[in-house]
């Protein structure tokens, strides 16, 4: 059984910073990719960011690209999303979620699982 669950949501002023957590269970996160995605209210679920399976080397979307980072505790089996120079427009439920059958990928539904999604909110 695959489980995913995230914490370090909640609230931030424009400029500020948040680290999320994506703890997995049932599966190594190291020998998969990894992937962030995010949803505001009244829009579809967008790409973020994601991993490359064992080398963990990283891709962003535009949006966030130089502000956001990707990372792996591989002994806690871990996956961290660091966000900085927040801004309101980031504001949304970030989702961590794996797909097993790829290399690396930003495409939503090729991802198998997914974590219960944590809020974030950036006030201006």
């Known amino acids: 059984q695959v489980q995913l669950v995230e914490s370090g949501g909640g609230l931030v002023q424009a400029g500020g910073s948040l680290r999320l957590s994506c703890a997995a269970s049932?599966?190594?996160?190291?020998?998969?990719?990894m992937g962030w995605f995010r949803q505001a209210p009244g829009k579809e679920r967008e790409f973020v960011g994601s991993?490359?399976?064992?080398?963990?080397?990283?891709n962003y979307a535009d949006s966030v690209k130089g502000r956001f980072t990707i990372s792996r505790d591989n002994a806690k089996n871990t996956v961290y999303l660091q966000m900085n120079s927040l801004k309101p427009e980031d504001t949304a439920i970030y989702y961590c979620?794996?797909?097993?059958?790829?290399?690396?990928?930003?495409?939503?539904?090729?991802?198998?699982?997914w974590g219960q999604g944590t809020q974030v909110t950036v006030s201006s």
């Open positions: 049932g599966l190594t996160i190291s020998s998969n990719a």
């Open positions: 979620a794996v797909a097993t059958g790829w290399e690396m990928t930003t495409v939503l539904h090729h991802y198998d699982y």
């Open positions: 991993t490359r399976r064992n080398s963990g080397s990283t």
